[in-house]
């Protein structure tokens, strides 16, 4: 079983900072592609930011510039800094890890999965 947990969440007003993280835990082989998603409501959500395990990373054009994104593999953790928020930025944050198990490794099947986390609210105020 594997398990991501976020926090870092919360409500700042514009131009504040907030920090996110998204620990997994359980039984991981290893953890590829760690990416950041964003669901404001009434909205499909949306990635934000991903970061490969050789460091590579990516950002919607919406936050680049102020949003980086930085992993730990010897934590299992995946962080995203928000600075300059602004109120478009309100949303639900999700973290998703591409995981291959334990278990799936002792049966040679190296195929990542999805392991999403349950999410941390975002609040930026005018």
């Known amino acids: 079983q594997v398990q991501l947990v976020e926090s870092g969440g919360g409500s700042v007003q514009t131009g504040g900072s907030l920090r996110l993280s998204c620990a997994a835990s359980?039984?991981?082989?290893?953890?590829?592609?760690m990416t950041w998603y964003r669901q404001a409501p009434g909205k499909q959500r949306e990635l934000v930011a991903g970061?490969?395990?050789?460091?590579?990373?990516n950002y919607a054009d919406f936050v680049k510039g102020r949003f980086t994104i930085s992993r730990d593999n010897a934590k299992n953790t995946v962080y995203l800094q928000m600075n300059n928020l602004k109120p478009d930025d309100t949303a639900v944050y999700y973290c998703?890890?591409?995981?291959?198990?334990?278990?799936?490794?002792?049966?040679?099947?190296?195929?990542?999965?999805?392991?999403w986390g349950q999410g941390t609210q975002v609040t930026v105020s005018s």
């Open positions: 998703k890890f591409n995981i291959i198990t334990t278990t799936q490794a002792m049966h040679l099947l190296f195929r990542d999965n999805d392991y």
């Open positions: 359980g039984t991981i082989f290893s953890i590829n592609d």
């Open positions: 970061i490969t395990r050789a460091n590579g990373t």
